[in-house]
């Protein structure tokens, strides 16, 4: 009986796989996770059978308790309406339908786990659309971080160039550091000898105070031999109204003789002629004292000019012959100047310097009427000493030029003058006169008759104010070929705005390191 049991069990197992297999054919090829696909079948065929089995069951196990015989051939008749999944429809056994009963309980189970599964599927599937969802938003992110990054590789790029190029800077900013350093270096020797000079400048200061006391005794003596002059010259012009009272009395004693003249022609001839030599005597001898006041006069000026030197020449001519600051006396008026003891002879009165940069240039009307800066280092010496230094027009100009390649110009001007013509040089605007240029630096100074302009005060021959266009201030006509009080810069790179003088060197606006003006009486 279990032997035929574990038959039908296995034969209904059996053939419950071939009509699965069957229904797989006739829907379709089942897709990849298998159990869902053999289990669709089960649970559409048996569950509603089962559930009728179960009805049965439960009718029979109440109604039909006491008659087996009854309750078998019904379970025989329930089994033969259940499908063909139900192993040996014809078995008439109790136990056997009972076994029967049981598979399809378990297969009833089953179909409940798969029904589960299936849940658990539809679960996973959902999860499975979330986390697509998911990924596609986890992918779009990632596209964008992706395109972030590439944005952030390009900035890290470019910030790498800039690195470098900050990195090349750096090299030639310590290149230039180390270039200004030797220049410091250089500066801190200069600087010992500008104390060297200074000291013998003080000592000829002192020098100079000595021979300005003896100066004045000498000056107190002149003054006491002019009064002894006009004394003299007093008692020349008695002299000489003794002589003309001597011509009348010549005169009259003429008269006299007149009379005598018939008598004696010959007489008067005589006397006449002793007449005219003593009137030339007495000529001659004015003549000579007329001399002799004219030379004393021009001694008495040379005097003057040795004892207060008018400029640096004759601060020169006096003996010094060291480069440094001295005091020019103008009439009543004096004041300091550079002198230049070596270019050229020396002798030259510095009226301008650049050299470093250290003094601001860019200035208005009273500052470059005056003067500004440090006489031994950058200044400008100021419109009215120069004006008072050149009025007589008998100075010529230097003007020395270094690039920053090292490279030496000059330009000479045999004739050099600010307010020559002028009755009230400042109203006038200081012009210039200029003229009688030489050297290898060009001529681009030729601007005689303009006026000086500041950003101040406009003098220029054009619309718009060129001191504040070039940031100078200077003897602008259209803007000018020079503008030797631009600003000054410590780089090769220059333009319009800059210390410059056109043309210098191939360059329209080479950067000037080194500028100096001086003048002197021309030779």
């Given at each position: 009986?279990?032997?035929?049991?574990?038959?039908?069990?296995?034969?209904?197992?059996?053939?419950?796989?071939?009509?699965?297999?069957?229904?797989?054919?006739?829907?379709?090829?089942?897709?990849?996770?298998?159990?869902?696909?053999?289990?669709?079948?089960?649970?559409?065929?048996?569950?509603?059978?089962?559930?009728?089995?179960?009805?049965?069951?439960?009718?029979?196990?109440?109604?039909?308790?006491?008659?087996?015989?009854?309750?078998?051939?019904?379970?025989?008749?329930?089994?033969?309406?259940?499908?063909?999944?139900?192993?040996?429809?014809?078995?008439?056994?109790?136990?056997?339908?009972?076994?029967?009963?049981?598979?399809?309980?378990?297969?009833?189970?089953?179909?409940?786990?798969?029904?589960?599964?299936?849940?658990?599927?539809?679960?996973?599937?959902?999860?499975?659309?979330?986390?697509?969802?998911?990924?596609?938003?986890?992918?779009?992110?990632?596209?964008?971080?992706?395109?972030?990054?590439?944005?952030?590789?390009?900035?890290?790029?470019?910030?790498?160039?800039?690195?470098?190029?900050?990195?090349?800077?750096?090299?030639?900013?310590?290149?230039?550091?180390?270039?200004?350093?030797?220049?410091?270096?250089?500066?801190?020797?200069?600087?010992?000898?500008?104390?060297?000079?200074?000291?013998?400048?003080?000592?000829?200061?002192?020098?100079?105070?000595?021979?300005?006391?003896?100066?004045?005794?000498?000056?107190?003596?002149?003054?006491?031999?002019?009064?002894?002059?006009?004394?003299?010259?007093?008692?020349?012009?008695?002299?000489?109204?003794?002589?003309?009272?001597?011509?009348?009395?010549?005169?009259?004693?003429?008269?006299?003789?007149?009379?005598?003249?018939?008598?004696?022609k010959g007489l008067l001839n005589q006397i006449l002629k002793d007449l005219e030599t003593n009137y030339k005597n007495i000529s001659q001898e004015l003549s000579q004292e007329k001399e002799e006041l004219h030379n004393f006069s021009l001694a008495l000026s040379s005097l003057q000019h040795g004892l207060l030197p008018r400029d640096c020449s004759d601060v020169m001519a006096a003996g010094k012959s060291q480069s440094g600051v001295y005091s020019i006396f103008i009439g009543s008026d004096s004041f300091e100047a550079y002198c230049d003891m070596w270019q050229d002879g020396g002798g030259w009165t510095v009226i301008q310097r650049r050299k470093d940069g250290s003094v601001d240039f860019f200035r208005g009307w009273n500052d470059y009427r005056k003067g500004f800066g440090d006489l031994a280092g950058e200044h400008w010496l100021g419109l009215q000493n120069i004006h008072a230094l050149t009025a007589s027009g008998a100075y010529q100009l230097r003007i020395d030029l270094t690039t920053y390649d090292g490279r030496n110009y000059y330009a000479l001007y045999n004739k050099f003058s600010v307010g020559q013509n002028s009755l009230d040089p400042e109203k006038d605007g200081y012009p210039l006169l200029v003229s009688g240029y030489s050297g290898n630096a060009g001529n681009k100074f030729n601007l005689s008759g303009f006026k000086f302009t500041t950003k101040d005060r406009d003098q220029d021959h054009r619309g718009g104010n060129c001191a504040d266009e070039r940031k100078g201030a200077w003897w602008y006509g259209a803007c000018a070929f020079s503008n030797l009080n631009g600003l000054y810069k410590a780089t090769g790179t220059c333009d319009e705005t800059n210390a410059v003088w056109y043309d210098l060197g191939g360059s329209d606006t080479k950067c000037l390191r080194f500028v100096e003006m001086k003048i002197r009486p021309r030779k």
């Open positions: 009986m279990i032997a035929q049991k574990s038959q039908h069990s296995w034969m209904s197992n059996d053939k419950w796989f071939e009509i699965n297999q069957s229904t797989q054919k006739l829907i379709g090829e089942p897709p990849k996770r298998k159990f869902v696909q053999i289990r669709w079948g089960s649970i559409l065929a048996v569950v509603p059978m089962l559930l009728l089995v179960v009805l049965v069951i439960q009718n029979i196990v109440f109604f039909h308790l006491n008659r087996p015989q009854d309750i078998v051939k019904e379970l025989g008749e329930l089994v033969a309406t259940l499908p063909n999944s139900i192993p040996d429809q014809n078995c008439t056994d109790l136990a056997c339908h009972w076994a029967a009963l049981q598979t399809a309980l378990a297969q009833l189970k089953a179909g409940q786990t798969a029904l589960a599964e299936l849940k658990a599927g539809q679960e996973a599937l959902a999860e499975l659309k979330a986390g697509q969802e998911a990924g596609q938003t986890a992918l779009a992110e990632l596209k964008a971080g992706q395109e972030a990054g590439q944005t952030a590789l390009a900035e890290l790029k470019a910030g790498q160039e800039a690195g470098q190029t900050a990195l090349a800077e750096l090299k030639a900013g310590q290149e230039a550091g180390q270039t200004a350093l030797a220049e410091l270096k250089a500066g801190q020797t200069a600087l010992a000898e500008l104390k060297a000079g200074q000291e013998a400048g003080q000592t000829a200061l002192a020098e100079l105070k000595a021979g300005q006391e003896a100066g004045q005794t000498a000056l107190a003596e002149l003054k006491a031999g002019q009064e002894a002059g006009q004394t003299a010259l007093a008692e020349l012009k008695a002299s000489h109204t003794a002589i003309h009272s001597d011509l009348e009395v010549g005169q009259s004693l003429l008269a006299k003789v007149w009379e005598e003249i018939r008598s004696n």
